[in-house]
Structure formats: C-alpha cells, structure tokens
C-alpha cells in the first residue's frame, strides 16, 4: 500500500473515532458536568463533528510518512507531533474565530481534555499506520 494513502486511511479512522465520535461525547459529557446549557441530541449535531474528524484526521495524517522518516523509532515524538499540530491548529481556529476576552475557569480543564483527545488520536493514527505498512504484521 503506498505511504500516503495508508497515512490518509489511519487518519480517517482515528479522526473519526477520537475527533469524531469521542469529541462528540467529550463536548456532551463535559456540559452536562458543567451544568451548562442542554445541548440537544441530534443526528447532525452528531454527524457533523464527526464527519470534520474524519476529514481533519485524514488530512492531518499526511504527515505520517515523513514523521516516520524524521523519527523512525521514536514512536512517542511521532504520537506528540501528530496530536499537538491538529489541538495548535483547533486553538488557532478558535482564537481567531471568537476571540475571547476573559476565560471561564473550566477554559482550562476542557483544553487540558481536548489536548488528551488529540494526543490519543495522534497515537492511534500512528499505530494504525504503522499496522499497515507492516502488512498487519506489528504487535
């Protein structure tokens, strides 16, 4: 299987399970514990976070191959690059897009969860490239 499309199918997976469905759950188990407002349960409001995590996993992922060329057997550093550059980038995003002035209190916690989810899937990403480029042979 050639690098790159490798790189995009372990990135869809891992966007669409971590970004995706895992973010999704993460927003909605992080407001409910926050008492903040309902956030209503629905098939797009479902969807469409996932569908960007996919994409943005995929996308994100192309950088696979040349992680694994500038760090072939740190597979940590591979995993932290992978994750800090989509979490730089979402922060980015979000500063840019509401500009906010005083943050809540719980700022802190929701980006210290939101760094965890990038960081997890840049190590299943990784793991899932590794996998098949190894033909399926890597434990």
């Known amino acids: 299987m050639p690098a790159a499309l490798g790189a995009l199918l372990a990135g869809a997976v891992a966007g669409l399970l971590v970004l995706g469905v895992l973010g999704r759950l993460a927003t909605w188990l992080l407001a409910a514990a926050l008492k903040a407002p309902a956030v209503p349960v629905t098939l797009r409001g479902f969807l469409e976070p996932v569908l960007l995590g996919l994409v943005a996993g995929a996308l994100f992922a192309l950088l696979l191959p040349r992680l694994h060329r500038l760090f072939p057997r740190q597979a940590a550093a591979r995993c932290f690059v ?19 002035g005083a943050w809540p ?12 989810l990038f960081l997890f899937y840049g190590w299943l990403a990784d793991r899932l490239y590794a996998r098949l480029l190894a033909g399926g042979r890597e434990r």
């Open 82 to 100: 992978l994750g800090a550059l989509p979490f730089a980038a979402s922060v980015a995003w979000m500063l840019l897009k509401r500009r906010p």
């Open 105 to 116: 209190w719980y700022a802190a916690l929701t980006l210290g969860l939101v760094l965890l």
